[in-house]
């Protein structure tokens, strides 16, 4: 693998062109066991050479939509689309994806060597090209020195290169990975994501990745799709996702965020005045085009590092701004989350990058102080 | 102390009870003498004796082959009817089946043996060698159905998706991924259902005819004319093939118990 810095951004976003054609296409899909509904009418284009994220709490139908991909299971209505051709009755050894398992299911009674050559071996490709091309994929996750050991002499992170070597050798056209990095610790995941990404665009293939890590799927993807009891809650890019979730359930499933429910006082869009509403009393303002009219209920949302704190009261003290105390401190080390509780019982998070040294922090337990933000800082949700 | 002490007098008398007549017929195999029950030195002087005795060996034969067979018999139905109680959870009447199979594991011998002569009679089969097959891998068949079971419900089906996702089909995924990794399991089923078959005495004295004695049939009718040292010899070749056989299911279990653990343990270690 090419050591780069790091995975570069690139200009791709063939979801926002209207003449380019999905690679992998789930019309209306649904599947029930039983009187389960695992996922209900689901609707999704991923396209060419992205890396896609299905993110949600277990038990939100992902595995399984990537189990139908895979043929595993057949949907019970609705049809998948592989490059225009349905994919209904094609057996899943004979369709050209290939899955990295959450349990990395490497076979224990085969060498390393063997592991990534059993693919190929079904293919009926020449001896001397799956030797060649077992070697490249050694090569590629490093672990060269390893070809002959047995998958039980193995690190739970070379285990799961073998794994990805296994899955990549037949360089199939869609690799899904199953919650690959999950047994894998912190620093090692995090290595490994970066690693991920620069392999996908290594090798122009398309991704599919099922996680309940938002972080992970926050690094890795193009796109994530999250998902909450078998239904698309959204589909954007990680920036759109986190900056602006369209409903509560998204807002709180990535990241931290403050949730105040309130109703709209007045709705003029964005250009003259924007959104008001009234929160139980605190005044908020939002620019922001919003569908919702007079009186309706709806919630405001802020993440805790666009909320400002400082004892000094700001310019403007009706709208956007509550005073309080210093409830609790969480000490993260790049930087503390302040608990703020209102005069009007309420509690905000306000996070603070820790520029200064610790010893310098001028806020402790028990200071009065104020909170405040920007009218751009925060969106109203309707959902 | 004291506990220890009665602890060790029990399990003493407990063994002894257990294995002191096998040890007496052990030893009494080597005797020079004629008398059973009188030491005249030690010889091997029966172990010659049994060789030459056409009927014996002629029966030890018969018993060989039948617990070739109906062992490998047994294992392949065995081994199958585990995958199907395992894996195929949606069939009607499972609960039924899969507690039927361990209704021979009960079931009096001479039950089995009774029924299954009946069988041969309204079908008019004629009684012989093949008939102490079939009956005797009806009854071990149970066995290796339970050892298979037992290693299958502990085997993880993603392997066996890995080897279909890799574009293997669903058979040659079976004899390439799932057979090597319960063979040890099979293996030891086989061995069971060989050492079962090779003592039976009720069943097969059910099920034989002319030409078809096995080595148990043979030894329960000699004794009865007088115990000779020779079936002691015999006796003691087959406690030791037994012994062996037993040893040899239980040991490959143990062992791949003791190696599954290793792995999940270098597994958790990462």
């Known amino acids: 693998m090419a050591k780069s810095l790091g995975p570069v951004k690139r200009k791709f976003s063939p979801w926002t062109d209207p003449t380019s054609v999905p690679f992998i296409r789930f019309e209306n899909i649904t599947k029930r066991f039983g009187n389960f509904t695992a996922v209900e009418n689901l609707t999704l284009d991923i396209y060419e050479r992205e890396f896609f994220a299905l993110l949600g709490p277990s038990g939100c139908g992902k595995t399984t939509l990537m189990r139908m991909l895979a043929g595993f299971e057949e949907p019970t209505e609705g049809r998948i689309l592989l490059q225009g051709k349905d994919l209904a009755g094609v057996p899943p050894y004979r369709r050209p994806t290939n899955m990295m398992f959450q349990s990395y299911a490497l076979f224990p009674h085969m060498t390393v060597e063997k592991n990534i050559a059993f693919g190929l071996e079904q293919d009926k490709l020449p001896k001397a090209e799956i030797a060649a091309r077992v070697e490249e994929m050694l090569k590629l996750v490093k672990l060269e020195q390893f070809a002959k050991r047995k998958p039980s002499q193995l690190s739970g992170g070379q285990r799961q290169r073998v794994a990805l070597a296994r899955s990549l050798a037949k360089r199939p056209k869609v690799l899904l990975l199953d919650e690959p990095l999950g047994a894998l610790d912190k620093k090692l995941r995090e290595e490994t994501q970066f690693e991920l990404t620069d392999l996908q665009h290594t090798l122009g293939l398309t991704f599919l990745i099922v996680t309940h890590d938002q972080e992970e799927a926050m690094t890795v993807s193009d796109r994530i799709a999250v998902m909450d009891k078998g239904v698309i809650m959204q589909v954007a890019t990680p920036a759109e996702i986190y900056e602006a979730p369209n409903s509560r359930y998204v807002a709180d499933f990535i990241g931290d965020i403050n949730i105040i429910e309130g109703a709209i006082v007045s709705n003029s869009g964005a250009a003259s005045g924007g959104v008001m509403l009234d929160c139980d009393g605190l005044k908020i303002a939002v620019d922001q085009e919003c569908p919702a009219s007079t009186g309706d209920r709806v919630a405001y949302a802020i993440r805790p590092e666009k909320v400002r704190l400082g004892i000094e009261p700001p310019a403007d003290t009706a709208v956007n701004a509550a005073a309080g105390e210093v409830y609790d401190i969480g000490y993260l080390g790049d930087f503390s989350l302040f608990l703020v509780k209102l005069d009007d019982g309420r509690i905000i998070r306000a996070a603070q990058a820790n520029i200064q040294r610790l010893v310098d922090r001028p806020l402790t337990f028990g200071d009065r102080v104020w909170v405040h933000w920007s009218r751009d800082a925060g969106l109203v949700l309707t959902r | ?270």
């Not at chain 2, 102390?1 to 407990?14: C, E, I, P, S, Y």
Request: hydrophobic residues 55%; glycine residues 6%; positive net charge.
């Open chain 2, 1 to 270: 102390m004291k506990n220890a002490r009665f602890d060790a007098t029990v399990l003493t008398l407990g063994f002894a009870f257990l294995y002191i007549p096998i040890l007496i017929l052990v030893i009494y195999s080597f005797n020079a003498s004629r008398l059973v029950t009188v030491w005249g030195g030690f010889s091997l002087v029966w172990y010659q004796q049994m060789w030459s005795n056409q009927g014996l060996m002629d029966a030890a034969w018969v018993t060989a082959r039948v617990a070739l067979l109906s062992a490998t018999i047994a294992t392949i139905l065995g081994t199958l009817a585990a995958l199907t109680l395992v894996r195929f959870r949606k069939i009607p009447g499972r609960l039924l089946f899969s507690g039927m199979i361990y209704a021979p594991l009960v079931m009096p011998e001479v039950i089995t043996g009774l029924s299954l002569l009946l069988l041969f009679v309204s079908l008019n089969v004629d009684r012989g060698f093949w008939t102490v097959v079939i009956a005797h891998t009806t009854f071990s068949m149970c066995y290796v159905a339970i050892v298979v079971q037992s290693r299958l419900l502990t085997f993880d089906r993603s392997l066996e998706e890995a080897a279909l996702d890799l574009g293997c089909p669903p058979v040659k995924t079976f004899f390439r991924i799932t057979l090597p990794l319960i063979l040890p399991a099979v293996l030891a089923g086989w061995m069971l259902a060989f050492t079962l078959s090779l003592d039976d005495l009720v069943i097969a004295n059910f099920n034989t005819g002319p030409g078809a004695t096995t080595l148990p049939i043979k030894i329960y009718s000699q004794v009865r004319l007088g115990v000779t040292p020779e079936i002691n010899a015999i006796c003691t070749i087959l406690i030791g093939l037994v012994a062996i056989g037993v040893i040899a299911a239980s040991l490959a279990t143990k062992r791949n118990e003791l190696r599954r653990q290793r792995d999940e343990h270098a597994a958790a270690q990462g």
